[in-house]
């Protein structure tokens, strides 16, 4: 069965699939080179980058349901974020991977679950990784460290001190 030349075609054909799709998503990123304001054509004159992005999704804006995020780049490759969610508050410090809003970056995060006093669910603070696509979808995926709990907390995380934020959305540079 397994020296019969049909289950070596069968192998082959399974491991060139799965070299074509983690080849394809690896090295099918684009360049900078590709982007028309970084590499300007045929005359072309540049665009200016974005430095400012809107963002909203499931998990943004803190780690709540549903929120909202905006981003200011300060420098070429830093950021500052604040953003507001179903029920949460965030405040970010972002560390780009190129020096234009529409790059993939790490962020260092404080996030509010819940709100005040008696709504209060949590406060952490964590690293997060946030990719963005070329044109408008950004995934999130950080850890955050619990460093103050309020009453809500234990009835929905447990004795859980380190918590796992993920977020999808659509962002909009401008």
């Not at 300007?40 to 999704?57: D, I």
């Not at 803190?62 to 070429?76: K, N, Q, R, S, W």
């Not at 604040?82 to 993939?104: A, E, T, Y």
């Amino acid at each position: 069965m397994f020296g019969s030349v049909q289950y070596k075609i069968m192998v082959m054909k399974h491991l060139l699939v799965v070299f074509l799709l983690c080849g394809g998503s690896a090295f099918g990123q684009y360049t900078p080179d590709e982007y028309p304001v970084r590499s300007p054509k045929f005359n072309q004159k540049p665009q200016p980058k974005e430095k400012v992005a809107l963002a909203a999704g499931l998990g943004h804006g803190g780690g709540g349901i549903v929120g909202a995020e905006v981003e200011l780049m300060f420098t070429e490759r830093f950021g500052f974020q604040m953003g507001v969610g179903l029920p949460s508050v965030q405040f970010g410090i972002n560390i780009h991977f190129d020096d234009w809003v529409r790059s993939s970056y790490i962020s260092f995060q404080l996030n509010n679950l819940g709100g005040f006093e008696s709504n209060h669910i949590n406060t952490s603070l964590g690293p997060h990784f946030y990719y963005r696509g070329k044109k408008w979808l950004t995934l999130g995926l950080g850890t955050a460290f619990v460093v103050s709990e309020g009453p809500g907390h234990k009835h929905i995380f447990g004795e859980a001190n380190l918590l796992i934020n993920i977020s999808v959305g659509i962002y909009f540079p401008f």
